[in-house]
């Protein structure tokens, strides 16, 4: 029988937030006010959206944001057990449980070879729509 071990994304694979290092790519490295004000506590995934959409709407694309999100840093001492994880597959199943988006997890999982010891992400799905906005 296998361990089943399960991962956050934010502050836990990652050592922040994936949704306000996004930010780095608006201009000025920052949301205007009315935007940060429009967040209402249980709606951060709509929140997002509206990020998202400002983010395209000023010219942001995607592979902006990739070299943002995939700049983002491992906790200290991820990547170590990644890779023991790796070597001992047999005795694992690893998956995700995020409330970050299928697009930013797929970035940072891809650029660091590491999709292969998930066997599942369970986020919220995202993809960039025909503007060039994800959403």
């Not at 199943?93 to 999982?109: A, G, K, P």
């Amino acid at each position: 029988m296998k361990i089943l071990l399960v991962f956050d994304f934010d502050n836990t694979i990652i050592d922040d937030n994936s949704d306000t290092w996004i930010v780095q790519c608006a201009p000025n490295k920052k949301l205007p006010i009315e935007l940060r004000d429009s967040y209402r506590k249980g709606f951060w995934t709509e929140f997002m959206g509206r990020v998202f959409k400002y983010l395209g709407d000023k010219g942001v694309r995607e592979h902006e944001m990739k070299r943002a999100v995939t700049s983002l840093p491992f906790t200290p001492g991820m990547v170590e057990l990644f890779n023991f994880i790796r070597k001992n597959k047999d005795k694992f199943d690893c998956i995700i449980i995020s409330d970050s988006n299928s697009v930013f997890i797929d970035w940072v999982l891809e650029a660091a070879s590491f999709h292969d010891i998930f066997d599942k992400v369970f986020t919220n799905p995202a993809a960039f729509n025909s503007n060039g906005h994800l959403t």
